[in-house]
């Protein structure tokens, strides 16, 4: 029989594998860090992380059962989500920055943290498959007798934590090569690559089903 202690701990080490995976969240962190500062990347980070935590919430109470069993209301969210992702990378790619110092029109173009936290959660929440994600995730680790709900919770919750302490991480690591990272010809072609991995991510959202 699973005790809480071996689920917790099988949670942990599968968790920590979905949370450093390169995708989405780490090309938004790591774009939005090093063109905007370590501020916008935390509050990037911040912002993805409170939208894994909504799906998670939405999971332990049910509320993503409808993504499973509606498919109007999938269709919704993943094209919602689709589109907002080719939003932005055709954004990027169109309109790549360049490095700020001494370029006011870059300057002024620059993510504020509440612009960071905005992006990060808009491209989770957006997301149904992270929804789908949870709701057929968390139950695997639930052990038999404990209170299903507040355990989800502290499942979510812990997932959360892993993955703001994992994307704060990659923001630290942007700082000792900002000066490198800064440059006009850096920016611009790490906006560009980041423009082509969001709308990969969009076309990839937008052809996917809810299995």
Do not use: E
């Not at 959660?121 to 789908?132: A, D, T, Y």
């Not at 959360?160 to 490198?180: E, G, K, R």
């Amino acid at each position: 029989m699973q005790t809480i202690t071996m689920s917790l701990a099988a949670f942990t080490a599968s968790a920590a594998i979905f949370t450093m995976s390169p995708g989405l969240d780490t090309a938004t962190v790591l774009r939005t860090s090093t063109t905007s500062g370590t501020k916008s990347g935390l509050s990037a980070s911040l912002g993805i992380t409170g939208g894994l935590l909504v799906w998670g919430i939405g999971a332990a109470f049910g509320l993503t059962a409808l993504l499973a069993a509606s498919t109007l209301a999938f269709n919704i969210v993943k094209w919602a989500g689709a589109a907002y992702l080719f939003y932005l990378g055709i954004g990027m790619l169109l309109r790549p920055r360049t490095a700020f110092s001494g370029d006011p029109t870059a300057a002024t173009r620059r993510l504020s943290p509440a612009a960071g936290f905005r992006q990060g959660f808009m491209s989770n929440i957006l997301n149904p498959k992270v929804g789908i994600f949870y709701i057929t995730f968390l139950p695997q680790f639930i052990p038999h007798g404990v209170n299903v709900i507040l355990f989800s919770l502290l499942l979510a919750g812990l997932q959360a934590v892993m993955s703001m302490s994992w994307l704060s991480l990659l923001v630290a690591l942007t700082v000792p090569f900002s000066h490198i990272l800064s440059r006009p010809a850096v920016v611009r072609r790490l906006d560009r690559l980041t423009g082509c991995i969001f709308m990969g991510f969009g076309l990839k959202l937008a052809l996917t089903d809810r299995h």
